[in-house]
């Protein structure tokens, strides 16, 4: 089920059936859309603007994607895909506490960067696009997953259902930490050993 859902963030992310230079053109593409959503929202993300920007034509941008949410969601699948891989990454080794803990760690530091603003634009436009619903829930799914596999080895005696309600127990406490205006430091540093706790004494 993950290779599969995760198949879907990758084929948005880098689809299959470019040439190298293609690829790399699309990639600057959505480096642009990226930096110009970050900066300055949804409505900067205009396919004949990030054209001018980087000298191509409108055809040539829409070669790769047909319209703005083509290429919004190519941003943030690429963001999910690298951040869940950078997470899972980080809590493949240790024990099963300090994979939770190290999962955790690496969540908040990209919550930290320009990935936030990115994640939390989708709150937005999964409200008048069917398609970003979709994506978004791709992406928890996929989130639920990595997390059940981590606390299945702390609680082995749970359920699936129980598995799966501590995972989303500990994704709303770190997507409730993103949300935060200025989160101080220590808060942040502690909320691994609270997403641990929660797990252990649910």
């Known amino acids: 089920m993950r290779s599969t859902m995760n198949q879907t963030l990758k084929q948005l992310s880098h689809p299959e ?29 205009v396919l004949r603007e990030i054209a001018n920007e980087i000298g191509s034509s409108l ?20 963001d999910i895909s690298v951040g869940l891989e950078d997470a899972v990454g980080a809590g493949a080794k240790g024990s099963p506490d300090e994979k939770l803990k190290k999962f955790c760690d690496v969540v908040l530091a990209r ?11 989708m ?3 999964r409200h008048h696009y069917e398609e970003v619903q979709e994506l978004m829930e791709v992406s928890y799914r996929l989130f ?13 005696q749970d359920s699936k259902v129980v598995l799966k309600r501590k995972a ?13 205006p200025a989160p101080h430091k220590d808060l942040l540093s502690n909320i691994p ?9 649910t």
């Open 144 to 156: 639920y997953e990595a997390l059940i596999e981590i606390i299945g080895e702390i609680c082995p």
């Open 168 to 180: 989303m127990m500990v994704t709303s406490l770190l997507d409730g930490a993103s949300l935060q």
């Open 59 to 78: 055809g040539n941008i829409q070669y790769y994607f047909r319209t703005r949410w083509d290429l919004v969601a190519a941003v943030v699948a690429n």
């Open 123 to 125: 709150w937005f436009f």
């Open 17 to 45: 059936g470019l040439t190298r230079k293609g690829q790399k053109r699309r990639e600057e593409i959505v480096s642009v859309a990226r930096q110009r959503l970050i900066n300055s929202g949804q409505d900067a993300v």
């Open 193 to 201: 050993g609270i997403a641990l706790t929660l797990v252990k004494e």
């Open 111 to 121: 919550w930290g960067e320009d990935a936030v603003i990115v994640w939390s634009g």
